[in-house]
């Protein structure tokens, strides 16, 4: 274990505990049941945790990594059934850079607020990058309506100065995440680019490798179905009401609707 530098532990549900003793471990990647212990953590930069079915990863998450891997630099978190808001504690993760957070289906608590993970925001004051990747039919759809004064939290003054690029894929109309973003765009004051992709990931089309040599210029966006389709408009116009507004001249800012090749009259 002493040369260790990187090590993977995948879908093991029976795995209750797991405990790390290697100085030199750069990358760990874990799916499983979220009870994490590392010791001499210095070298640890990567970490990617995912549930296998339970719920509580992100909270986890926020508690455990600032005492075990405070000088990760990468973060990728999957959060499934989450049935507790994210806290927000005064731990930090002071090197993190590059954060990527998934919700996945099956539906959150409907009480969830996607707006807690902002927690993670305030704990990583160099964090340069960020990515939310909302799963289809991972969080309740709000209705478009109200005042756009309702989309901002009150008395929160937690900022990023370190932030540039962020993007959501799968941005939908629900409450929370419409209060998420207008918080970033408002407290992230060195923001230089702000992408919401109401379909899923743009930027991981599917294709056919052997039929499309030049894959990456020729994928196919990821299928939705007629609801999906509804959904996805309903957050343009979201889009459109409550945050275009407060986007600053110095962001450039994109919203990818509908895909004109592979949506449009499906």
Same mark, same amino acid.
């Given at each position: ?45 990567? =970490? ?5 079915? !339970?719920?509580?990863?992100? *909270?986890?998450? #926020? %508690?455990? &990594? ?111 995440? =419409? ?5 970033? !765009?408002?407290?992230?004051? *060195?923001?230089? #680019? %702000?992408? &919401? ?70």
């Amino acid at each position: 274990m002493q040369q260790l530098k990187f090590l993977a532990v995948k879908l093991c549900k029976m795995v209750r505990v797991v405990e790390i003793d290697a100085p030199q471990l750069g990358s760990f990647h874990y799916s499983g049941t979220p009870v994490i212990y590392v010791r001499n953590s210095l070298q640890l930069k990567n =970490v990617d945790i995912s549930p296998v079915c !339970l719920s509580g990863i992100l *909270s986890y998450a #926020r %508690f455990s &990594l600032p005492s075990i891997a405070q000088n990760v630099e990468s973060l990728t978190l999957r959060g499934r059934s989450e049935n507790a808001n994210t806290p927000m504690l005064p731990s930090k993760l002071p090197r993190l850079k590059n954060l990527e957070i998934a919700l996945l289906k099956p539906h959150l608590s409907p009480n969830y607020d996607a707006f807690s993970l902002v927690s993670f925001l305030d704990a990583s004051p160099a964090l340069e990058s960020f990515i939310l990747r909302v799963e289809q039919d991972a969080m309740m759809h709000d209705p478009v309506v109200g005042d756009d004064t309702e989309y901002r939290r009150q008395n929160l003054e937690c900022r990023n100065n370190s932030l540039r690029k962020v993007m959501i894929t799968g941005f939908c109309s629900a409450k929370s995440l =419409v209060e998420l973003t207008v918080h970033i !765009l408002e407290r992230a004051h *060195s923001l230089e #680019r %702000f992408t &919401l992709d109401i379909t899923y990931g743009y930027d991981r089309r599917t294709c056919n490798v052997a039929k499309y040599p030049t894959a990456r210029m020729i994928g196919l966006c990821w299928p939705l179905n007629k609801r999906a389709l509804e959904e996805a408009h309903r957050a343009v116009e979201t889009a459109d009401r409550y945050i275009k507004g407060r986007v600053p001249s110095s962001v450039q800012f994109e919203v990818l609707g509908p895909c004109t090749r592979c949506h449009i009259g499906k």
